[in-house]
């Protein structure tokens, strides 16, 4: 047996995360975030906050009503954009409750358009990811509308996802497994309404100086990178301190906001490699303290800890780790790590970094310098993007590639989306400065116009081994957006080792212009026992707007394995279909994906790629979740995915039902099932609730593989009721699927058949009891035709008919056809003739006048036939008569006279059932039914 599933990165990315709200005993919610996006702009903020609060204000009753007294709201904490005045927005702000604003928010209010909406992510009975108000709706918003969109975001009721009955999911909640109510009424009335402005973030630039930094000349990068970081991008509203750490530590300088010369001034104080320590003792701890003392002096709101560290794998004891991650939590800090490891690293930074909303990089040793330094510049950068402000420039790199020193030219291709295009700069990180081999630089845009070549690099970013052609005249990209452009690099050749070098363009995008973000995170899935599986998820907005039908939305994944192997997994394909299986609402803007394959225990890191179908726009790359992976499964119990296109029919005289779906995999989508099994209620909860006991109509045993289209014709003898019928799969180590799409079935004519039995579809059917049947029939068939058979003969012998000397009788009653033949002469028998039978009966005695056997028929023999022919058309024409009475049973006649078999006489003398697309030939997937595919139509 072994341990748990270790997934150190705990199920949060970025803005989402667990939500702080908690319940009291008596039912109170205290601390609901509720936060005002920062694009928001004062205009009659002072109205808005007003109504907001009123909103609230009322919802406490109202939910108390709505839960029959079970919870209210205690408290709500509303989080304004730091640009909001006090005074012209008329609120006095609780800075007590700034911690609270570094918290994921519950409702947030933002200018898309609409009503108000919840985005779920995990499916019904899990708490959603957020309550979304637009800012118009404040003016006619009322408290109900917004405690029903609080019960589908708390408790996970998902209307229109065919959720349990609401009151079931409320009622199984663990946020009344300790509540104690007391009919008080009253205890809803004063929920205490505070208001805090957002922190602008604080960032605390934390260096490791142990003497490991100087393996591989790793110090001169990270000095390097920390000089790009506080000399040129941090944004000017920004502030910053520096600490350095080994076994204790030192505040390098206080925090100050970067503005002018203090940039300058903060970046000396970067250490040397003169400054290193002479051992490799790290103590974690006591930087956190000293952060928390020293730098923040106890004021945390925005605070952000950047953290470039060896990350050894002994550099944290257990109890170190918990002091560092309850500072974390009970502090509201955020933590970035960029780890630059000389072997196994510590898992311990990049969970810390992800559960509180920070960001982790891992930059791996290698003997070429640009492959430590570029990845932590761009880590850096990353690191930035999501605590700009609204009114900062954000810049990101839009287009890198390599070059090696051996080849004379590099040529290449990127574009610039409409929403960027701002500063934007090409330039090459160069190992040595003074030797960077440059010879020119040449662009030219989508309309063949060339700008250069450029044969003269500045020197102005030399100190951060940045080389940029220095650029005279008109300038190549001063109206870029939206536009493809195409360069060529010429070097000088080299006698010297073969270098690498890195070419780079970012663009930054105007603060006016809508951003697309992407925010994702992992969740966990608990189909096994003792392991849980990944579910990949990300939230993409371009501003306020959902980016709903994203061309497509990629998730690679790289795994290093413990022995330092890398390797990397096939990209994963995420969707936002809402089919259940791994995204669950359609269209919400939350693409999902689940991992099926484990190779290794080790790190898995997870990048996102973008493609928006938007015109004009470029495919983006976004860093994603990070988790490590202590242990695998040990057994296939990942269920079949779920059918999504069950279609039901009404067939067979209102008899029977033909069902036709595509078939799932056995791993989701991959693999194939072994089963399938047709279920149908009156009450649709019945289906939809896997605990309760759904009646089983079918069952079809039968392997099929993802894609497979299946037709299978199901007996359903019910009438005048509206039934629910769904469908769910089996794979071969009995993994359940979730229920199928149901349909709706209703017979009106009343059916008369036998109660349906539960049959195994698809295996050779069990024909004893159709034999059965056949022989019963048979059997009363044969005993009428006796029966009929002995009172002829009894008739034909007992029946006497007088002898006359001729033809013609006392009455003279003869009739001759005209048109017959003189050797034919026709003897009537019926009632109505004017020859009648005798009314007496006749004599008992022996035949022995050819006239009396034809006394009895209807039918004219020639008078030259002998006996033997008479009788012998006799029995043919009785053979008819046996004929007919089988068909007034309903059995089609052969050519023969024969009765004819279904699954016998037709070829098949097993009785079993015809193959789809084997037996028959067809390839349709259909189910041909005897009596009917087969020409005869009873």
Request: glycine content about 8%; hydrophobic content about 35%; proline content about 5%.
């Amino acid at each position: 047996m072994f341990t748990m599933f270790s997934l150190l990165v705990i199920l949060t990315k970025l803005c989402v995360s667990t939500s702080g709200v908690t319940i009291s005993p008596d039912g109170g919610y205290s601390d609901v975030i509720v936060r005002i996006d920062a694009s928001i702009p004062t205009v009659n903020c002072s109205d808005r906050l007003r109504n907001l609060k009123t909103i609230l204000s009322n919802s406490s009753s109202s939910l108390l009503t709505s839960l029959s007294g079970r919870a209210y709201f205690h408290s709500f904490i509303i989080i304004v954009p730091h640009t909001w005045d006090e005074d012209l927005c008329q609120f006095t702000e609780d800075r007590d409750s700034a911690v609270a604003a570094t918290r994921a928010a519950d409702i947030v209010i933002d200018e898309h358009d609409g009503d108000p909406y919840v985005e779920h992510s995990r499916g019904c009975g899990y708490p959603g990811d957020g309550i979304f108000l637009s800012v118009d709706s404040l003016d006619w918003l009322d408290s109900t509308a917004l405690v029903s969109a609080w019960i589908e975001y708390r408790y996970g009721v998902i209307r229109s996802a065919g959720c349990r009955p609401v009151h079931q999911i409320i009622r199984d909640h663990p946020d009344f497994t300790e509540v104690v109510t007391d009919n008080e009424p009253h205890r809803a009335s004063m929920a205490d309404i505070r208001v805090v402005r957002q922190p602008l973030a604080r960032y605390v630039l934390a260096i490791e100086t142990t003497a490991s930094m100087m393996v591989g000349d790793a110090w001169k990068w990270v000095n390097k990178a920390a000089q790009k970081l506080i000399r040129y991008d941090l944004p000017a509203s920004s502030s910053l301190a520096v600490v350095s750490y080994n076994n204790a530590s030192k505040v390098e300088h206080p925090m100050e906001r970067v503005d002018g010369p203090a940039r300058e001034r903060m970046a000396d104080t970067v250490p040397g490699k003169y400054q290193l320590a002479g051992h490799n003792v790290r103590c974690v701890v006591c930087l956190f303290q000293n952060i928390l003392h020293q730098v923040l002096k106890g004021d945390t709101a925005g605070a952000h800890i950047i953290l470039l560290t060896r990350g050894g794998q002994h550099s944290a004891s257990l109890t170190d780790q918990q002091i560092i991650s309850e500072y974390v939590h009970q502090y509201g800090i955020k933590v970035s790590t960029i780890i630059i490891p000389t072997g196994n690293h510590l898992p311990f930074y990049d969970q810390i970094a992800q559960t509180s909303g920070g960001q982790s990089f891992l930059v791996r040793s290698s003997p070429e310098p640009m492959d430590v330094y570029f990845p932590i510049v761009t880590s850096m950068q990353r690191i930035l993007w999501p605590d700009s402000s609204s009114s900062a420039l954000k810049t990101e790199t839009i287009h890198h590639q390599e070059h090696f020193t051996s080849r004379n030219t590099t040529e290449g291709t990127f574009y610039i989306d409409k929403y960027l295009g701002k500063n934007t700069v090409f330039g090459i990180y160069v190992a040595d400065p003074e030797e960077h081999l440059i010879k020119s630089v040449t662009f030219q845009d989508e309309d063949g116009t060339l700008y250069g070549p450029y044969k003269k690099m500045s020197a102005s970013y030399d100190l951060i081994n940045f080389k940029t052609p220095n650029i005279v005249g008109e300038q190549p990209f001063g109206v870029a957006a939206g536009r493809r452009w195409k360069y060529r690099v010429e070097w000088f050749a080299s006698s010297k080792k073969m270098a690498k070098t890195i070419l780079s363009v970012t663009s930054g995008v105007d603060p006016g212009e809508e951003q697309l973000v992407v925010s994702s995170w992992v969740a966990g899935i608990g189909w096994c026992d003792a392991f849980q599986h990944v579910r990949v998820l990300a939230r993409m907005r371009r501003g306020n707007r959902r980016v709903v039908g994203a061309r497509s939305v990629i998730a690679s994944i790289e795994v290093e394995m413990e022995n330092g192997t890398v390797i990397s997994l096939p990209p994963l394909e995420m969707v936002d279909d809402g089919e259940g299986d791994s995204d669950m609402i359609h269209g919400d803007g939350i693409y999902s994906a689940t991992i099926l394959e484990y190779p290794a225990t080790g790190r898995y890191s997870l990048t996102i790629h973008v493609d928006e179908a938007e015109e004009a726009t470029a495919a983006k790359t976004a860093p994603g979740p990070v988790f490590h992976l202590s242990s695998l499964p040990e057994e296939d119990c990942v269920p079949p995915a779920r059918v999504r296109d069950l279609e039901i029919t009404v067939t067979g005289g209102n008899r029977s039902i033909l069902a036709t779906w595509t078939s799932p995999g056995g791993d989701l989508d991959q693999g194939s099932v072994d089963r399938f099994t047709v279920v149908y209620s009156v009450d649709v909860s019945d289906l939809l609730d896997e605990a309760a006991e759904a009646k089983v109509l079918a069952t079809l045993d039968r392997q099929a593989v993802a894609g497979d289209s299946l037709v299978q014709e199901i007996e359903f003898p019910f009438s005048n009721q509206l039934w629910h019928i769904g469908l769910y799969a089996r794979d071969g180590e009995g993994n359940r699927g979730r229920m199928s799409n149901i349909q709706q079935v209703f017979i009106p004519e009343p059916v008369t058949s036998a109660p349906v039995q539960v049959h195994r579809l698809g295996q050779i059917p069990n024909t004893s009891s159709d034999w059965f049947i056949i022989i019963i029939i048979s059997s009363a068939l044969g005993g009428i035709l006796m029966l009929s058979l002995l009172c002829v003969i009894f008739i034909c012998i007992t029946s006497k008919k007088q002898k006359t000397p001729s033809i013609t009788s006392e009455n003279n009653c003869h009739y001759s056809n005209d048109k017959a033949s003189p050797d034919f002469s026709i003897f009537q028998s019926d009632s109505s003739s004017c020859c009648q039978t005798p009314s007496t009966p006749p004599n008992m005695q022996g035949v022995t006048d050819l006239q009396q056997i034809l006394a009895g028929q209807r039918a004219a023999w020639p008078v030259y036939w002998s006996a033997e022919q008479i009788l012998g058309r006799s029995e043919s024409e009785s053979s008819y008569e046996q004929e007919d009475s089988y068909q007034v049973f309903g059995l089609p006649p052969s050519p023969g006279g024969r009765i004819v078999t279904p699954g016998v006489d037709e070829g098949y003398d097993d009785g079993r059932i015809v193959t789809p697309g084997v037996d028959e030939g067809y390839d349709d997937g259909r189910i041909v039914t005897p009596g009917v595919d087969e020409g005869y139509d009873d």
